[in-house]
DNA sequence: GTAGTCCTTGACGTCGGCGTCAAGGCAAGG
DNA sequence: CCTTGCCTTGACGCCGACGTCAAGGACTAC
């Protein structure tokens, strides 16, 4: 199959094939008119990439499962190096959880904080105040 | 006071600050020589805008602070613009979260299958098949 | 005067993963 | 023959938040 079929199965680009091929994630051969040619396997190659990605992995973390595939296993997952690519992305995605998470409480507690301030504002409260302290100026 | 003595007070650079006057969220008044001159007000744009880029805001959504500062009110999230960008953050943050945990799911699930698979390929299993199916591979 | 430190504007570089355009080759149908 | 639709390589564009370099002006200290 020649790369437009490549990319409509996969569900992508012809551009983000050609991409791959140049990062070295995908090889073609080539018809006699130079057209790049591609089997089943690649396709597999390729959806294992797609897969990845979806998962927020970048490119180069896919390699080990591209490798594992090339070098004849019946998955892209089945080799040790796609295993702790796994076991560190799991790390990751812990840590950022953990950190989005922290941020979601606090921004929850500003929001909550600067509502209640407003809402003492409101009900007979002053104008809002709109002079700066002038004294401390020019450092 | 001048930008370098902003930038090092903000815990920043000099280049940053120029990034956010090009941005239009700092406006510098300028000395006889042409330099950059900042008060306190301006220090207290830059920390919040630097808090809230810490929490992950992009510039854009740092401007209704900027601009709440500006018309003199006492902190960056005393205006009703600012809690408007509060709670889309808190949006974002909770689909955000949501859907970093369903991929940790599904990578861990991910994980222990192939362990498993590894496992039983191990203990006596055959070697690593390492040939494709090559009846179907031209399309 | 001159060395050193600050400041100025302008412009190009970075990173990832492509999008998009340009200019042209190849194959098939009418 | 001509159009259509695929394919080729090459190269620039994009986004965000700056980093970094260049060339030169301003001010201070000695």
């Known amino acids: ?33 130079g ?3 591609y089997d089943e396997g690649d396709l597999r190659m390729v959806r294992q990439i797609r897969t990845l990605q979806d998962f927020g992995f970048d490119l180069e973390e896919t390699r080990p499962f591209v490798d594992c595939l090339r070098a004849g296993h019946p998955a892209g997952d089945s080799c040790p190096a796609s295993l702790a690519v796994y076991r560190r992305k799991l790390g990751e995605l812990d840590t950022l959880i953990g950190q989005l998470q922290s941020v979601r409480t606090e921004v929850g507690a500003q929001l909550a904080r600067a509502e209640l301030e407003a809402s003492a504002e409101v009900p007979g409260g002053p104008e809002p105040r709109c002079e700066l302290n002038r004294e401390d100026e020019d450092r």
């Open 35 to 37: 057209y790049r040619t």
């Open 1 to 33: 199959m020649r790369i437009g079929e490549l990319a409509e199965r996969a569900g992508t680009t012809t551009r983000t094939l050609r991409y791959y091929e140049s990062r070295g994630l995908l090889q073609a051969r080539r018809a006699e008119n």
